[in-house]
């Protein structure tokens, strides 16, 4: 069962537009929420994290949205680059973890291309 | 420097062998995971160990087997290898600390025949 669900499979954006990719978890139990972004032949990265207790947080031309009651968020990309083409995850986790240490939840993935 | 080191970067093998794929992590982390993924680029927890202890075993077949040596090592071997493990295995590592940064490694990438 996938614990995090993440939406769109793909996105195609013109450069300078808004990308938005957004996810839902059910486990309230998750109180730590990362977005990885991953280029072509390369490992994921951290891009921006946030947790529950603000609703957004603004990194540069990356935010995250974040709705508690919704069990809902999402990354915005302002002025989306060539460069941003990649595939973002998003993913959760528990920080009172037990015994699943570190344990990571990723949604599927979006591939982001942005047209220049 | 690189954080965390995989070998190799690509491996081709016949189905039936047998392979192993190494992890070094310089940053001094407590935690080292394995994950895969797939063509689809679906990120799937495999294992993870804390301070060498196994601290999370998916369902895994049991064809795979990690092996810690030491904190700053996790290698991950794989007997009988089958066509559906092609696959792009990632190692990485984390601090013992809540909201830690998971670093990942550049990928091992399995094709098998």
């Known amino acids: 069962q996938q614990q995090v669900k993440q939406s769109p499979q793909s996105l195609i954006v013109q450069k300078g537009g808004i990308s938005i990719i957004n996810c839902a978890y059910e486990n309230t139990a998750f109180d730590y929420f990362p977005w990885y972004q991953q280029f072509p032949g390369k490992g994921p990265a951290l891009l921006i994290a946030?947790?529950?207790?603000?609703s957004e947080k603004k990194e540069g031309r990356f935010t995250i949205s974040f709705n508690k009651s919704a069990k809902q968020f999402s990354l915005h990309i302002m002025d989306s680059q060539p460069g941003d083409s990649a595939t973002y995850f998003c993913?959760?986790?528990?920080?009172?973890?037990?015994?699943?240490?570190?344990?990571?939840?990723f949604g599927r993935g979006t591939q982001l291309t942005v047209w220049p | 420097d690189t954080a965390v080191s995989q070998t190799p970067k690509y491996l081709v093998t016949q189905m039936g062998n047998d392979k192993s794929i190494k992890c070094e992590q310089n940053l001094g982390h407590d935690t080292m995971y394995w994950y895969k993924q797939d063509s689809k680029k679906f990120l799937k927890i495999m294992f993870s160990y804390n301070n060498k202890e196994l601290i999370i075993n998916e369902t895994v077949p049991n064809r795979f087997s990690p092996k810690s040596p030491d904190k700053a090592h996790l290698n991950l071997h794989i007997n009988s290898l089958e066509l559906g493990d092609s696959a792009v295995y990632f190692c990485?590592?984390?601090?013992?600390?809540?909201?830690?940064?998971?670093?990942f490694g550049p990928g091992t990438r399995l094709l098998v025949l």
């Open positions: 946030i947790r529950p207790d603000v």
């Open positions: 990485a590592s984390s601090q013992d600390v809540p909201e830690e940064t998971q670093y």
């Open positions: 993913a959760a986790s528990s920080v009172n973890r037990g015994s699943t240490l570190g344990r990571l939840y």
